[in-house]
């Protein structure tokens, strides 16, 4: 039998029906040479724990309340913020893990946290795949039926229910388990599949990874080429236009509609980049334990699922500078707060202040 000592992120043991058994710990590593990095770890998380959870809860909020936002790709935008900040919810307790090191959240936790990290992720692939879908049907296809508010909201919740059915058996299987570790036991939170004759590990990986990412990147790369395809055909027909004979509105339509396009294209890219790590290091994970290496570290699966966070706090950041009526509301919120805090801070107020902010409030809305 292996020692359990000899590797930071593996425990051993003998199970019936299955012999010598490896058990990856996930969230959990010991024999570190250097105990401060599990403090840098927890700290960058709580960090993109704040920022994620402020600038999704706000623009959330500015498209719930703003009537003007409510379109069909803002309608998917907020549920990809919403998934955002349910995917968020974890850090704190990633955070608490890897200064513990042993598992001290409960049975509980150990259930939902995975689950809830596989459910908002997987609704954060197809959220961004039906927006290409909706991107595609507009631009590509305008004389076809569109995506309209309420079916938009049906596909939310068909995302969602799919997130949580594919998404089930990582809540069955990631339990708790105790190993001897020196004079002391120690517990994990590690993922066991049931004893088969079947891999069950590799038929949800594989399902998992073809379901779950191959086939909406498919969707995403195809939809999005041909857009920009459509996009470029335009550009050059606008080009062999002279300038008198193309009208101010349709210069600044086609104006609007290539911004769009390149802010999706800039957050699918920036998707890809920050979650395809985390489907890799899965993958290896499950090809490791098979061969029995023991090489993989679950610094890399922590890495990996912090770089996937922060695809959550850039995401709002991207929707604020491209999309021009998230970012009107978001700047008009701010700067009305801020203006109410200066007017409550001033304890004699004059004329020629009340003025000014009147005079504010109107030049904020002929502007935005």
Same mark, same amino acid.
């Given at each position: ?16 029906? $299955? ?14 040479? $250097? ?48 998934? !955002? ?17 042993? $598992? ?21 692939? $197809? ?160 090809? !490791? ?80």
């Amino acid at each position: 039998m292996v020692d359990s000592t000899q590797n930071k992120s593996y425990f051993f043991d003998e199970e019936a029906g $299955w012999g010598n058994r490896s058990y990856f710990t996930f969230f959990s590593e010991f024999n570190r040479p $250097w105990k401060g990095l599990s403090y840098l770890e927890s700290i960058i998380y709580i960090v993109l724990f704040l920022v994620s959870m402020f600038v999704n809860i706000l623009i959330f909020y500015q498209i719930i309340n703003i009537k003007s936002t409510r379109t069909v790709t803002n309608y998917f935008m907020c549920n990809l913020a919403l998934a !955002d900040i349910f995917f968020t919810l974890t850090s704190p307790l990633i955070a608490i893990q890897r200064i513990t090191e042993t $598992w001290v959240l409960g049975g509980f936790i150990c259930h939902m946290m995975v689950f809830n990290l596989f459910v908002s992720g997987s609704v954060i692939i $197809w959220t961004m795949t039906m927006i290409s879908i909706d991107r595609y049907i507009c631009i590509n296809r305008p004389s076809s039926k569109k995506i309209t508010p309420r079916m938009a909201i049906i596909f939310i919740i068909i995302i969602w229910i799919g997130g949580f059915s594919i998404s089930s058996p990582i809540a069955m299987y990631f339990v708790i388990r105790q190993f001897p570790f020196g004079t002391e036991t120690v517990k994990i939170c590690t993922l066991i599949w049931p004893v088969s004759k079947v891999r069950i590990s590799v038929v949800f990986t594989v399902f998992l990874c073809v379901l779950g990412f191959l086939i909406p990147l498919a969707i995403l790369g195809v939809n999005y080429f041909l857009i920009l395809k459509r996009f470029c055909k335009s550009r050059r027909a606008i080009a062999s236009i002279k300038g008198n004979t193309l009208t101010k509105n349709k210069r600044h339509r086609e104006a609007r509609d290539l911004r769009v396009i390149q802010t999706l294209v800039l957050v699918v890219v920036l998707f890809l980049l920050m979650w395809s790590p985390i489907f890799i290091v899965f993958v290896l994970i499950q090809l !490791d334990g098979m061969e029995d290496k023991m090489k993989m570290s679950s610094q890399m699966f922590i890495a990996t699922l912090a770089i996937a966070v922060c695809n959550g706090c850039l995401n709002p950041f991207v929707y604020g500078i491209r999309n021009y009526r998230i970012k009107r509301s978001v700047l008009r919120c701010l700067l009305c707060r801020k203006r109410q805090r200066r007017i409550k801070q001033d304890n004699e107020p004059n004329h020629n202040q009340s003025v000014y902010a009147m005079s504010f409030t109107q030049n904020s809305s002929s502007v935005y």
